[in-house]
């Protein structure tokens, strides 16, 4: 990826590229069934960071070309080890829905992608129009990042927390009141 970025960079030009962010240990039950859904939070938390151009979730896009049968995460019962604690779990085989089911965690990780436009302010000579509409040529100067997915990586996961923060409160409040 380093190389790819700093090869663009020598051309003058800008790449763009993915994120999948992964949230671990997330409590079943967070989320809504109807209008506050766990994905579509985080969908609309991610679209709204600048330059993400996409957002996917579990299988995602990939769920266009499956069955039903195929993409279903059947559930079935998994034993487990955690320092010393054993036992059994009821679990997804595949976890296709990338940890929401109907809206609400389902105790998977969650797991999302975030695809990231190429950065517009290159250093390549491109062809616009002025205030006036004439023709003119933008030649950029100074210094643009040829990537911002590196920088992004944090930005992602700040959304994410914040996002789980939220559904996680609400949970709380609602079992408070």
Excluded: Y
């Excluded at 054993?86 to 809206?103: K, L």
């Excluded at 992608?113 to 205030?131: G, L």
């Amino acid at each position: 990826m380093a190389a790819l970025i700093e090869q663009v960079r020598g051309e003058g030009d800008s790449v763009g590229g993915a994120i999948t962010c992964a949230m671990r240990g997330v409590p079943v039950g967070l989320g809504e069934p109807v209008f506050d859904k766990l994905h579509a939070d985080l969908g609309k938390a991610m679209l709204s960071i600048n330059a993400v151009k996409g957002f996917e979730i579990g299988s995602g896009f990939g769920a266009i070309v499956m069955r039903g049968s195929e993409h279903n995460d059947q559930i079935g019962v998994s034993s487990f080890a955690t320092g010393e604690a054993r036992g059994e779990a009821i679990r997804t085989q595949s976890n296709r829905s990338g940890g929401i089911q109907g809206g609400i965690s389902n105790g998977e990780d969650i797991v999302c992608r975030i695809a990231f436009k190429p950065v517009a302010t290159i250093a390549k000579a491109q062809q616009t129009v002025d205030k006036s509409g004439q023709a003119v040529t933008l030649e950029a100067k100074g210094r643009h990042d040829p990537c911002v997915v590196p920088r992004a990586v944090p930005i992602v996961e700040a959304m994410a927390c914040l996002v789980l923060a939220d559904h996680w409160l609400r949970q709380r409040s609602a079992r408070v009141a």
